[in-house]
């Protein structure tokens, strides 16, 4: 039996593809492994939040000897449901500017439960042909019809909505903002534009790298395209810029109630501790007040994405602070990024199957607690392996 399992590792061995958890120690935006320091450049933490002392005594003077319960001991309709989460819906809806908003316990946990509990045999779910793990998990869940178009091809999706127009009743176009291997964007007024179109379509949009870091109040990218009010599901997560865990749909108040009904990792699984939603509370509260945290990383972004155009004379998809730089070789990619690692930043190799064959590459994220001086530094290493 056991044999099975030690075979199929070390065939992953065998590949260079065997995963192992690194033991690490994290020191402000600096990170340590096996002795050595090293800028953390692979944290979602991109406004910088997880590790500013001045915001976690300020949430802890705010409720003293009197914090929130460490766990909610139940789901959410029994009676795991406490005050802050309502508080936290309520002060959502406000700030998108719509009906309601939907708590979950992460961000796949939402893309594993509201798919399925929204899709039946008469709908068709459309996808970007890049999006997220958890979203492909909560289409297979979902058991219903499903076609991939090309990334960010428009005309692609047209041509799948116009072909099965007559034949399904709803269409569900699931699309990430901000792309997380390629930090590209999606046009959500095109997509806008498109559903207008076609009555059938629904819009589902995942802003987990967007949200936080887009958007004059930091809303994301529907805010900064201006169409928060025509997406109808919005999804992000706490557990990158907002420093904490759990996730969020912004929805008509009729698709909230529907999930609350259907969604099952929302009714079978232990709600988020109120601790936790306290937390994400109050730096949701934080958001509009942290213009300069996210013009600093559109700088900070802007420079190293030039920088690696200049140097390498690579593709350059990014728009944003996650900044790839496409090798496309395996072992340098790899080598690279050990290289990297030896010279003080935690950077990583991505391969195949995470990204397409042949473009293999190392993904920096930048976060706002990094100076110009820091990424200037990377910059000069990155041209010394140029030389
Ligand atoms: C990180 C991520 C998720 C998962 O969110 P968690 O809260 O970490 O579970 C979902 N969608 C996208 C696009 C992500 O990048």
Known sequence: MIQHYQQ?????KAQNQFRQLPQLIHQGRFIQREGKTMLNLSSNDYLGLANHEGLRQAFFAQYQDHLPAFTSSSSRLLTGSFPIYDELETLMAQAFGRESALLFNSGYHANIGILPALADKKTLIVADKLVHASMIDGIRLAQCEFVRFRHNDYAHLEQILQKNDRTFERMIVVTE???????????????????QQYPQVMLYVDEAHAIGVLGENGLGLAEQQGCLEQIDILVGTFGKALASMGAYAVCDQVIRDYLINKMRPLIFSTAL???NVAWTHFLFQQLPHLKAERTHLVSLSQHLRQAIVDI????????????????????L????????????????????????KGTSRIRFSLTADMSFAEVDQLIACLQDFAE
Request: hydrophobic share 40%; charged share 15%.
């Open 177 to 195: 903002s901000v792309f997380s291997m390629d930090g590209d964007c999606a046009d959500l007024n095109q997509l806008v534009a498109l559903k």
């Open 273 to 275: 501790p109120p601790l």
């Open 333 to 356: 990619t790899v080598k690279t990024a050990q290289r990297l690692q030896q010279q003080g930043y935690y950077c990583l190799p991505i391969r195949p199957p995470t990204v397409p």
């Open 312 to 331: 390498f004379n690579v593709l350059m998809p990014s728009e944003s602070c996650i900044v790839p730089y496409i090798l496309g070789d395996n072992a």
């Open 8 to 12: 199929q590792l070390a065939e992953l």
